[in-house]
């Protein structure tokens, strides 16, 4: 007997994948003309286009479970060296701030819960790397 597919796991909440590309290409542009952040940025990401789409497929992973991405958030975070726990808040103020501008407010608001989730867990441990010395990947 043949088993059926597997259900597809349903999205966290309602986005479209075209929703995400623009969220990411919106902050992305904010990004790179922050004080701040962009030149931490800049630092790091030599191909904006193939750095977009890498983000855009966390995301879509993260909210679509489309398992399209394959990266290691917290390894790259904590490899580029010059990224600092405060910087997080800088980043989540300026991705909620495109969220809003960008989603209806109950799409932005359930994004912007998860992007924070995240960002503490990569703030706790590049704030852990910073104190000790030692990064821990999880």
Known sequence: MTQPPAAAIPPRFAVTA?????????????????????PVFAAHVRDWPAHEAKIARFWRNAILFERCYDGNPMAAHLAAGDVRAPMFDVWLGLF??????????????AWSALAHRIGRGLRMGVADRDSTGVPRLG
């Open 18 to 38: 075209e929703q995400i590309d623009r969220v990411v290409a919106t902050f992305y542009d904010a990004v790179r003309r922050h004080p701040g952040l962009g």
């Open 96 to 109: 909620d701030s495109v969220l809003r501008l960008e989603l209806p407010a109950e799409t932005g608001a």
